[in-house]
């Protein structure tokens, strides 16, 4: 039996793997291997593979039988590949150690370079280079990321050592900078790093318990158990939870020659994007650091340069750039973001990786559309095809964020990077930590932060945006922040924070924690207190991709709209209709409430039908002005569904005001009388409603049953109204729907009835109009006995909100705050089957219910108007069974539009 491969080499023009071999190689590794076999200046390495990864976890930290020769074999390969040797006092072979997981995780796992220095080897890089201070900055920087990254360990974690952690080498460097009178790093000569050098390894001695690791061979070994353990870091576990990422793929470890871009002048480093990572433009975006190393550009404690005027600088290397990042580019037909050196003028590929996940929304959404119609993802029809597959619905999302108001007179009181776009008002926070808890709080939170680490990943998911002192485009907030779609301003160092007091201030400016700030991550600016924002708008590269997907997609996509102007925005995204109008929304508007309670509190059937009288007039209004919007388009009206008890003032409320008035009018001589009996009736009538389980009380159609006075006024209003702008020359197609049916009888009593009120009213109105009849089905008995339901309707919507709550038995109402979130940590369920449809259960139930639907009645038309019919998931699901359309809210529309479209291309 051959032995299990797992280490395999790249280098001099010819790697062992390939792209497609990311579960073991890692993206990284599979990328380097892809990049050598392309031709491309790659420094040579080895990738130890995942499955090393994996036995490391399975076998209690053991690695597996021939991994230390295949190791050893591949080392000595590389030492040849590169003409130096790991340890050589002559001419040392340094290498870098980096993990790379088979899903990319920006910024999550961790990095060593200039691996194999040691008091011996520093000799022989300083002969090479002739360079000294060269060689002990690199030594200085190799110490601090060693002890930092392989044995500092992580907080809460028994092999925390917090002084082996690189602030406090940090401190240590800052201290000599302070003896020597200078401020830049650079600044520090030879003799200076030598002595940062013996400081830093005093100060280990004394945090560790022994001298540093000094034979080279032991380095890496260190260094590599260091990667694999990184995988299971509370900060890389807390990544993996965010982005649905499952944790037993593990990661590979990329062992790499060191080049260097820290030997002079004529060396320097860069991250690039192959396009603007913020718009989509078809030009290099990101930016070079001259002589320094890439850990700079990222920390960004220099001030690098943008990409574009290294084309003045250093035009030779500029189109060498060029040209690789376009052919990168065209291999992976996607957005690059690369990293290169150039050493002593010789430039060399590091890194390539997808920059979609680190782009903006709007950078993806054009540069994908742009490479379509440039053929460079494929001829015509294909080419356009694979652009909607690439981009996701987080994209289309992101451009719907809500951008500054330009009219806001608003000035701002500093300005940063732009670094993901979007506005974002918030009480300011200085810890991932007050975020979690501020926003568990209900409040909306921009956390603020110095710059950020991947510890502070916890605190981005429940922050409206993130403010950051330090760092760029590249930094590690922007890339976390991008890839979360939240508006994030980075670098904005006019801001001077105080974490100790928790405020920061700019000039004379102090904003204490809890202040209101609003922060604009497409222009970069923080403003003081909350700004007015609008809704986003679309561009005419997201208008050109929907319209690709529109022309692949089977699935309907119509909206979840109550009022004229959500429908107007809805039709304005591309909604196909109304899927669901909930016409109680209506009954809770200011001037109406009295009317509805009015018509609740009524003792005598005319009390009543006085108070549903001047209700009328309001609800066909609000038709005639949907119906308007929705010219040519089918708009489905629900009739009443919360129970009565909705629409009057709570329980407690009633009670403590009973008591107010009642004790203002003993004190008073009755002057209150009125007032208190007022309360009262009301509190009697709440009384009298009062049920243990108003979810599963008299609500839906059972509300219609018992008082069928308020559905035949509404059914009257959607009537009169469809027929008055019938008239207009308004094509109307209205359905009427009613919700939370169980048994085809109470469908069959209800819409008898309400049939007769229909066709009074045309006979009032003196024309007629087409109208359906339907039903929600949300009630696991109406799903299980579909087929009759079938035979009375015309239409069924699945109310998943309800369907949910009724077939898990759990009340979509407290579930979440009280258990269900438990349940999704703990793995008892894999999402939140309020967001995301259950489909075993709840699906299953779906897709049984279309089937006999349709069987007795062919014509069925079939859609979904719970909060699901948004969720992209979910959306697929829906095409799968068969169903006409999904409905969801107006700002979701074009998302479901690319959902669709993506459930037909999987197909
Ligand atoms: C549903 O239950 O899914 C639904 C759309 O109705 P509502 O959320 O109004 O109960
Ligand atoms: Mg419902």
Redesign the pocket.
């Known amino acids: 039996m051959s032995e299990q491969k797992y280490v395999y080499f790249f280098g001099e023009g010819k790697a062992e793997g390939s792209a497609e071999m990311r579960d073991e190689l890692g993206g990284k590794g599979a990328n380097l291997a892809e990049m050598t076999n392309l031709g491309l200046p790659v420094p040579p390495g080895y990738i130890v593979s995942t499955k090393a990864c994996a036995y490391y976890y399975q076998h209690d930290g053991k690695y597996p039988d021939g991994l230390e020769e295949q190791v050893e074999e591949n080392l000595t390969k590389l030492e040849k590949a590169m003409g130096k040797k790991l340890g050589d006092p002559e001419n040392p072979l340094l290498v870098s150690v980096r993990s790379g997981a088979p899903v990319s995780m920006p910024g999550m796992m961790d990095t060593i370079l200039n691996l194999g220095l040691n008091d011996e080897t520093i000799k022989g890089l300083i002969k090479q280079t002739k360079n000294e201070r060269f060689a002990y900055d690199a030594y200085r920087r190799f110490i601090m990321m060693f002890s930092d990254v392989v044995l500092a360990g992580d907080e809460g974690r028994p092999n925390y050592r917090p002084e082996l952690k690189r602030h406090r080498f940090e401190e240590l460097f800052d201290e000599v900078k302070k003896e020597k009178g200078v401020s830049l790093d650079t600044d520090v000569d030879a003799e200076g790093l030598k002595e940062v050098v013996s400081r830093f390894k005093e100060h280990f001695k004394k945090a560790y318990g022994e001298e540093f690791p000094s034979d080279p061979r032991e380095q890496l070994r260190f260094a590599t158990n260091a990667v694999f353990e990184s995988w299971n870091s509370p900060r890389a576990n807390s990544f993996r939870k965010i982005k649905s990422i499952p944790d037993n793929l593990g990661t590979a470890v990329n062992v790499q020659a060191m080049v260097f871009g820290n030997m002079g002048d004529d060396c320097g480093t860069g991250v690039i994007f192959t396009r603007d990572a913020i718009t989509g433009d078809n030009v290099l975006y990101g930016n070079y650091l001259g002589n320094a190393q890439g850990e700079d550009v990222v920390a960004g404690i220099r001030q690098s340069m943008p990409i574009l005027e290294m084309k003045a600088v250093m035009p030779v290397l500029y189109d060498e750039l060029q040209e690789h990042a376009q052919r990168l580019e065209k291999h992976y037909r996607a957005i690059q973001d690369i990293e290169f050196t150039v050493e002593k003028g010789r430039l060399f590929i590091l890194q390539t990786r997808s920059g979609v996940p680190t782009a903006t929304g709007r950078a993806v959404i054009k540069a994908f559309v742009d490479m379509a119609e440039d053929g460079l993802l494929g001829k015509g029809e294909a080419g356009r095809q694979q652009a909607v597959l690439e981009i996701q619905p987080d994209h289309v999302d992101q451009l719907l964020h809500p951008q500054i108001d330009p009219k806001a007179k608003a000035k701002p009181i500093a300005k940063g990077v732009n670094a993901s776009p979007g506005a974002a008002v918030g009480t300011v926070v200085f810890t991932p930590d007050d975020a979690v808890s501020e926003a568990k709080a209900g409040k909306n939170v921009i956390l603020v932060r110095p710059e950020t680490t991947p510890d502070d990943v916890h605190g981005f998911a429940p922050a409206q945006g993130i403010l950051t002192q330090i760092g760029g485009a590249t930094s590690h907030a922007a890339l976390v922040a991008r890839g979360m779609g939240k508006p994030c301003v980075a670098g904005c160092g006019q801001i001077s924070i105080d974490l100790a007091s928790k405020k920061f201030t700019i000039g004379d400016i102090v904003v204490k924690e809890g202040d209101t700030i609003t922060i604009d991550g497409t222009k970069g600016n923080v403003y003081l207190g909350k700004v007015p924002t609008i809704p986003p708008e679309m561009t005419d590269e997201l208008k050109k991709l929907l319209s690709w997907a529109d022309s692949f997609r089977r699935l309907g996509v119509w909206t979840n709209a109550d009022y004229p102007r959500d429908a107007k925005v809805a039709r304005d995204f591309g909604a196909e209709g109304i899927g669901?109008c909930?016409t109680e929304h209506m009954f809770m508007e200011t001037e109406r409430l009295p009317v509805v309670q009015d018509m609740i509190l009524a003792k005598t059937a005319e009390e009543r039908q006085t108070a549903l009288d001047r209700l009328l007039p309001f609800q066909r209004d609000d038709f005639i002005g949907i119906f308007r919007v929705m010219d040519g388009l089918p708009v489905i009206i629900r009739l009443i569904?919360p129970p009565l008890h909705e629409f009057l003032p709570a329980h407690d409320k009633l009670l403590k005001d009973v008591t107010k008035f009642s004790m203002a009018n003993h004190q008073f001589g009755g002057v209150f009388a009125e007032e208190l009996k007022e309360k009262e009736d009301m509190l009697r009538a709440v009384e009298s409603m009062r049920e243990m389980n108003p979810m599963l009380g008299l609500r839906g159609c059972r509300l219609g049953l018992v008082m069928p006075e308020i559905i035949e006024m509404q059914v009257r209003a959607i009537i009169t109204a469809a027929c008055m702008v019938k008239k207009e020359g308004v094509d109307v197609h209205p359905e009427i729907m009613i919700p939370l049916i169980g048994h085809v009888n109470e469908l069959k009593v209800t819409k008898d009835k309400l049939v007769e009120v229909a066709k009074q009213a045309m006979e009032e109105q003196k024309t007629t109009v087409d109208y359906k009849f339907g039903t929600m089905i949300?009630i696991p008995r109406a799903a299980l006995t579909a087929d009759d339901v079938a035979e009375v309707a015309d239409f069924f919507s699945f109310?998943?909100?309800?369907?949910t709550q009724t077939v898990f038995g759990i009340s979509r109402d407290d579930a979440e705050g009280k258990f269900l979130m438990r349940y999704v940590e703990q793995g008892i369920l894999e999402r939140n089957p309020f967001q995301t449809l259950d489909r075993d259960g709840v699906g299953k139930l779906i897709k049984m219910a279309v089937e006999n639907g349709r069987k007795t009645n062919p014509k069925l038309e079939v859609g979904i108007?719970?909060e699901h019919g948004g969720d992209p998931s979910s959306i697929e699901f829906c095409h799968q069974v068969g169903l006409n359309y999904v409905s969801c809210s107006p700002f979701r529309v074009p998302i479901a539009r690319l959902a669709a479209a993506h459930a037909r291309l999987k197909e």
Request: charged share 35%.
């Open positions: 669901l909930r569904d949300e109310g998943t909100n309800d369907l108007c719970g």
